[in-house]
């Protein structure tokens, strides 16, 4: 089992940068998939992007469009989710979560465990 804390959430302006954590509790963090999701108001939670175990690919949605970068350290136990050029449409709690079974996985069931989430919120 996995216990992950996200922290980096702000409030920022239009085309300002963000970069979120994801620092996780355990000793088999390098066997997870980790993932972040968001959800605005609202809204449905939607994914934003994956990675696999350490030196596997990443997946992103497609409205990320190259502005955002999916990273983990291991050694640190940490997950990041580094992102530039905000818009307002990006303002949404973000949440990491880890699965064992599928990584790089952008369906939200494939995730069991999940962190509580941090606000990003991007002004015009």
């Known amino acids: 089992q996995v216990q992950l804390v996200e922290s980096g959430g702000g409030l920022v302006q239009a085309g300002d940068s963000l970069r979120l954590s994801c620092e996780a509790s355990?000793?088999?963090?390098?066997?997870?998939?980790m993932g972040w999701f968001r959800q605005a108001p609202g809204a449905e939670r939607e994914f934003v992007a994956a990675?696999?175990?350490?030196?596997?690919?990443?997946y992103y949605a497609d409205f990320v469009n190259g502005r955002f970068t999916i990273s983990r350290d291991d050694a640190k136990k940490t997950a990041y989710l580094q992102m530039n050029s905000l818009k307002p449409e990006d303002t949404a709690v973000y949440y990491c979560?880890?699965?064992?079974?599928?990584?790089?996985?952008?369906?939200?069931?494939?995730?069991?465990?999940w962190g509580q989430g941090t606000q990003v919120t991007v002004s015009s």
């Open positions: 355990g000793r088999t963090f390098s066997s997870y998939g």
């Open positions: 979560a880890a699965n064992l079974r599928r990584p790089g996985s952008s369906w939200d069931n494939d995730y069991p465990y």
């Open positions: 990675i696999g175990w350490t030196g596997g690919n990443s």
